[in-house]
């Protein structure tokens, strides 16, 4: 089923942290997809389940990793579900900064819902900015919706918006968005050419 926008900007996801952040409703119900010229905003509810934290200043290295810091604690954040380009990789340097942009606007701190630890020792988790409307971006979806990372179907099964990402990247694919503006090369494949 192909969708079109006619609008240019990204598209609200309604209803779709609700899902992210409670699990509740995991897999039996379709985003709702409506066009709007604002980044992808899901409402906050008191009964979502989430960790607050705070990001580590001058720690986005690339679309999908980031460290944040709570007291004296410290994790390195892998993003569930997402590969984005690597910095020396076309698009890699334009992907970081657009999540340093999305992250600004919540002045630093992140919701973050987390899914496992990876073989690194990282914890794999959806993450989520808070905007002055008390609204949630959600950053996995964004960065894919916006043209920035790939689905990365491989590892997004464990996520709870894992089934969001295929339409979002189909969506920025379509529109030509970010990456998609040209031929781009997947992230792992990227990696074991360049090894």
């Known amino acids: 089923m192909k969708f079109k926008t006619l609008l240019n900007g990204a598209v609200l996801f309604i209803g779709l942290g609700l899902a992210a952040f409670?699990?509740?409703?995991?897999?039996?119900?379709?985003?709702?997809?409506?066009?709007?010229?604002?980044?992808?905003?899901?409402?906050?509810?008191?009964?979502?389940?989430?960790?607050?934290?705070?990001?580590?200043?001058?720690?986005?290295?690339?679309?999908?990793?980031?460290?944040?810091?709570r007291g004296a604690e410290e994790l390195k954040i892998r993003f569930c579900g997402i590969d984005a380009p690597e910095k020396k990789q076309a698009g890699g340097i334009e992907s970081r900064d657009y999540l340093r942009s999305l992250v600004s606007r919540g002045n630093g701190e992140l919701l973050l819902v987390p899914i496992?630890?990876?073989?690194?020792?990282?914890?794999?988790?959806?993450?989520?900015?808070?905007?002055?409307?008390?609204?949630?971006?959600?950053?996995?979806l964004e960065m894919v919706r916006a043209g920035y990372a790939w689905h990365y179907e491989r590892y997004s099964a464990n996520c709870p918006s894992g089934q969001q990402f295929a339409l979002a990247q189909e969506l920025a694919q379509e529109e030509g968005l970010g990456i998609w503006n040209g031929k781009p090369t997947a992230p792992w494949d990227w990696r074991k050419a360049n090894k």
Do not use: C, H
């Open 116 to 140: 496992e630890k990876d073989r690194y020792g990282r914890t794999v988790a959806e993450l989520y900015v808070q905007d002055r409307k008390k609204s949630a971006i959600p950053l996995n």
């Open 22 to 69: 409670s699990q509740l409703n995991k897999g039996s119900e379709r985003a709702q997809f409506s066009q709007t010229s604002q980044s992808t905003v899901v409402p906050v509810t008191p009964e979502q389940k989430f960790e607050r934290w705070q990001l580590k200043p001058g720690s986005i290295y690339d679309g999908d990793t980031l460290r944040v810091i």
